[in-house]
């Protein structure tokens, strides 16, 4: 074992037709340790930006998990499928030379907002302890109830009908299959989603995202990004010497938070982080995940 093993998180580009858990297994190999994990996942057919954790840096990425998230969506009208995408059986057919750009137009300015979104039958989510995907699998599809989601920006790009493609923005819990499902429903003609590409997590953008094959190649050192950038976007705090060894030993320390549920950023005078601080109580902190700067 290494005194500092590997601590960051790479933005990299995924393919199409393999899970997000492949690339993981991938990421694994050539970081030499299991402690690998992504920060949401894509659909196998979907392309684009998946951020991968390794080492210590796996313990911040339930902070990442709120952060915008911007995607391209193209749909086909007028066929539905039971997983609301192109790896679906196909469930209705349906003309839609009726359908006008207007038409698809109006309806997706009706999403953007606060909106009642049902998930996929064809999904992680659990019903009774199980995945829906596991059970609709077992022909005992689950529907699922419908939850509220926030999109922020519905653009379309084209519509060529039968086809659509739109950028959507939207937070955590957006399914852009059931989108592309409720815009059909809306336009009466059914629809399915045949290609999606994340642009963007929060400040990784696809640009800049690096390929499996030159990760492969070049290795994960050029690409890896510190752990600190996860968390970039919370309130920061700077620990005096005294303040960090107090810290380390997991002890309060005097100090506010905008709210008792805001998670504040501890780090040293070199802008290492030290530790994700909570309000314990009025006038004080307390450490909630600790990262040792010899040994993070």
């Known amino acids: ?123 992680a989510i659990k019903h009774k302890g199980r995945p829906l995907y596991k059970l609709a699998r077992q022909g005992r599809p689950v529907t699922p109830a419908p939850r509220p989601i926030r999109i922020e920006t519905i653009e379309p790009e084209q519509i060529n009908i039968p086809d659509v493609v739109f950028n959507v923005t939207g937070h955590a819990g957006m ?42 190649e070049r290795g994960i ?10 968390v970039s976007h919370l309130p920061a705090i700077t620990l005096s010497d005294e303040l960090q060894q107090r810290v380390l030993r997991g002890q309060t320390i005097p100090g506010k938070a905008p709210s008792p549920d805001t998670p504040l950023a501890a780090c040293d005078r070199a802008g290492n982080l030290i530790a994700v601080m909570k309000l314990r109580e009025p006038g004080w902190l307390k450490p909630v995940k600790v990262f040792n700067p010899v040994h993070p």
């Open 1 to 123: 074992m290494t005194a500092n093993p590997i601590a960051g998180v790479l933005n990299i580009n995924k393919p199409g037709g393999i899970t997000s858990h492949d690339v993981v297994n991938r990421v694994r190999k050539l970081a030499h340790t299991r402690k690998v994990g992504h920060t949401g996942t894509l659909d196998p057919m979907a392309t684009g930006v998946l951020l991968v954790c390794i080492g210590p840096a796996t313990r911040l990425i339930e902070y990442i998990v709120p952060a915008l998230k911007q995607y391209r969506a193209v749909v086909r009208l007028g066929v539905t499928t039971d997983t609301y995408d192109a790896e679906g059986r196909i469930t209705r057919q349906c003309d839609p030379a009726s359908v006008t750009p207007q038409d698809v137009r109006r309806v997706l300015a009706s999403f953007i907002g606060v909106i009642e979104q049902a998930p996929p039958p064809f999904s």
């Open 175 to 216: 399914y852009v299959r059931s989108l592309a499902h409720d815009l059909g429903r809306a336009l009466g003609v059914g629809a399915h989603l045949t290609g999606l590409t994340r642009l963007a997590n929060g400040p990784w953008r696809v640009q800049e995202a690096v390929s499996l094959p030159e990760l492969e």
């Open 221 to 230: 050192a050029p690409f890896l990004q510190p752990k600190e950038t996860l």
